[in-house]
C-alpha cells in the first residue's frame, strides 16, 4: 500500500539555524499538507498546498515558514530561523483531493531546538 | 474555527474489555478521521467516517453527523490498542484534531 514518507525521521539543530523537512507524498495524490505536534499536545495544522500555492494556513505559519514543491515527487516545510518553541513532531499527509477525503499522514519528522 | 472535544481523556482498561471513546464537534464537519498514534508517534489512519458506520475488525465507528458526534468503539482489547486515540474533523482543507483519549489496555 503506498504511503507518505518523510526524511528525517529526527533532527537536531541549534536556535537560529535553518532547517527543512522533506515529504514524498503518495504518487498520484494532490493535496499536501504540514501539521506539527507540540509534545504532550494535540496535533496542530499548519498548512495546505494545491497546485504549487498555499491553499490554506493557519495562524501558526508565520513569515518563518515556508513549503515548497521542488521537484514532480518532493514536498518540503522550511524553517528559516528556528526558535526552541518550534520544537515538534512535524507531519506530512497528502489526499487525493481537497475537502471530504482521506488525508493520509506520514510518521513524522522529530525535531528539537536547543 | 471548529472546537473538538474528545472524551474520555484518560481510559484504562482489562485486556478483552470493550471501550467507547467519542467525539464532539462544535460546528458541522464533511471531513472526519480517527487515528491511533502509537508508542512511536506515528498517526495510524483507523477510519474516514464523516458519516454512517464503518467496521474494521474489533474496531468500529459510527458518526451522526446531524447531531455532530462520531464514537469509536473497541471490542476485546488487546495491549496493543494502548496509545492515544484522536479524531480530527473539517469543512475544508484544514482538519482540526481533538486532545485524544489515552488508552492504556493492561495485561
Known amino acids: 500500500e503506498p504511503e507518505v514518507t518523510q526524511t528525517p525521521s529526527h533532527q537536531v539543530t541549534q536556535m537560529g539555524q535553518e532547517v527543512i523537512l522533506r515529504c514524498v507524498p503518495i504518487?498520484?495524490?494532490?493535496?499536501f499538507y504540514w501539521y506539527r505536534q507540540i509534545l504532550g499536545q494535540k496535533v496542530e495544522f499548519l498548512v495546505s498546498?494545491?497546485?504549487?500555492?498555499?491553499?490554506?494556513k493557519s495562524e501558526i505559519f508565520d513569515d518563518q515558514f515556508s513549503v515548497e514543491r521542488p521537484d514532480g515527487s518532493n514536498f518540503t516545510l522550511k524553517i528559516r530561523s528556528t526558535k526552541l518553541e518550534d520544537s515538534a513532531m512535524y507531519f506530512c499527509?497528502?489526499?487525493?483531493?481537497?475537502?471530504?477525503?482521506?488525508?493520509?499522514f506520514g510518521p513524522g519528522t522529530r525535531l528539537l531546538v536547543l | 474555527g471548529i472546537q473538538v472535544e474528545q472524551s474520555p481523556p484518560d481510559l484504562i482498561l482489562q485486556e478483552g474489555a470493550n471501550s467507547t471513546l467519542r467525539c464532539n464537534f462544535s460546528d458541522s464537519v464533511n471531513n472526519l478521521q480517527w487515528f491511533h498514534q502509537n508508542p512511536w508517534g506515528q498517526l495510524i489512519n483507523l477510519f474516514y467516517i464523516p458519516s454512517g458506520t464503518k467496521q474494521n475488525g474489533r474496531l468500529s465507528a459510527t458518526t451522526v453527523a446531524t447531531e455532530r458526534y462520531s464514537l469509536l468503539y473497541i471490542s476485546s482489547s488487546q495491549t496493543t490498542d494502548s496509545g492515544v486515540y484522536f479524531c480530527a474533523g473539517g469543512s475544508g482543507s484544514r482538519l482540526t484534531f481533538g486532545e485524544g483519549t489515552q488508552l492504556t489496555v493492561n495485561p
Open positions: 504518487s498520484n495524490h494532490l493535496y
Open positions: 498546498f494545491y497546485n504549487n500555492e498555499i491553499s490554506e
Open positions: 499527509a497528502s489526499s487525493e483531493a481537497g475537502g471530504s477525503v482521506t488525508q493520509y
